[in-house]
T-cell receptor
Framework: DAGITQSPRHKVTETGTPVTLRCHQTENHRYMYWYRQDPGHGLRLIHYSYGVKDTDKGEVSDGYSVSRSKTEDFLLTLESATSSQTSVYFC?????????????FGEGSWLTVV | GQQLNQSPQSMFIQEGEDVSMNCTSSSIFNTWLWYKQDPGEGPVLLIALYKAGELTSNGRLTAQFGITRKDSFLNISASIPSDVGIYFCAGSYNQGGKLIFGQGTELSVKP
């Protein structure tokens, strides 16, 4: 195991409510990522972080924000959840963002927006 | 944007058969990765490839980095029931190394 813990693992929430997913790592890796996985789309990058308080957008960042106040924690927030954000969310970590370095995934957070 | 085409989308095979799946890219990649995802779990790294033409094995799994740098394949020999899952390819290109994922190949193995 890569030392990644996601919480909550499962959540059902109502449209319009805020939701925060937490990713905690014990590997002291610099880079952390949030992906979503949907049928027919594979894994798509939402946001990533390259250090404490340093974050950037991925390919599907609209409707999401992130924060990283400590090396080990990376939070994903849906300010006002929509049904289109029903998905499985994976946190991932890597030592480096450069090509040739691999990323390791957490076990996922299943989010249902009703 | 970058596109990764992974095929086939799904496979139904008999235990003991060999399996082959591949990914092609619209652009040159300089890293190819293969992951397996079991139901209810996150993707787990199987094989990483960093050089064109590289052929790497991990037990019954063999993957190759295509010499054009636009494709990669994964072979599984003598499949067993625990090979069931979704296999993803992922690649990164020169600018920043951001990973692009294929849509996955769902493998079913009949005992």
């Amino acid at each position: 195991d890569a030392g990644i813990t996601q919480s909550p693992r499962h959540k059902v929430t109502e449209t319009g409510t805020p939701v925060t997913l937490r990713c905690h790592q014990t590997e002291n890796h610099r880079y952390m990522y949030w992906y979503r996985q949907d049928p027919g789309h594979g894994l798509r990058l939402i946001h990533y972080s390259y250090g404490v308080k340093d974050t950037d957008k991925g390919e599907v960042s609209d409707g999401y924000s992130v924060s990283r106040s400590k090396t080990e924690d990376f939070l994903l927030t849906l300010e006002s959840a929509t049904s289109s954000q029903t998905s499985v969310y994976f946190c991932a970590i890597s030592e480096s963002y450069s090509s040739g370095n691999t990323i390791y995934f957490g076990e996922g957070s299943w989010l249902t927006v009703v | 944007g970058q596109q990764l085409n992974q095929s086939p989308q799904s496979m139904f095979i008999q235990e003991g058969e060999d399996v082959s799946m591949n990914c092609t890219s619209s652009s040159i990649f300089n890293t190819w990765l293969w992951y397996k995802q079991d139901p209810g779990e996150g993707p787990v790294l199987l094989i990483a490839l960093y050089k064109a033409g590289e052929l790497t094995s991990n037990g019954r799994l063999t993957a190759q980095f295509g010499i054009t740098r636009k494709d990669s394949f994964l072979n599984i020999s003598a499949s067993i029931p625990s090979d069931v899952g979704i296999y993803f390819c992922a690649g990164s290109y020169n600018q920043g190394g951001k990973l692009i994922f294929g849509q996955g190949t769902e493998l079913s193995v009949k005992p």
